[in-house]
């Protein structure tokens, strides 16, 4: 198990990265939505939402992933 300066498994800090960054993008992109609609763009706006969709998902993805790795040997210090 490799593991980087934290301690935890580079898998599962790779994962929290991700959940973090997908998470932190989508609260982002509830402004751009509304740009895009203020500018009277709505397909633009309508694109912004499929991404944030997008990575909404990718969020919950992680946070299963994480789930099953909890406990195991990959899931850090704080669950081993």
Do not use: W
């Not at 959940?19 to 009277?40: F, I, M, T």
């Not at 946070?63 to 790795?69: A, M, N, S, T």
């Amino acid at each position: 198990m490799a593991t980087g300066e934290t301690g935890f498994a580079d898998v599962t800090f790779d994962l929290i990265s991700v959940q973090y960054h997908s998470l932190k993008a989508g609260h982002d992109y509830g402004q751009y939505v509304r740009d895009a609609e203020n500018a009277g763009l709505d397909d633009v706006a309508s694109f912004f939402r499929e991404v944030m969709q997008q990575d909404s998902d990718r969020g919950a993805r992680c946070h299963d992933f994480l789930k099953q790795l909890s406990g195991t040997e990959h899931g850090g210090p704080a669950t081993g």
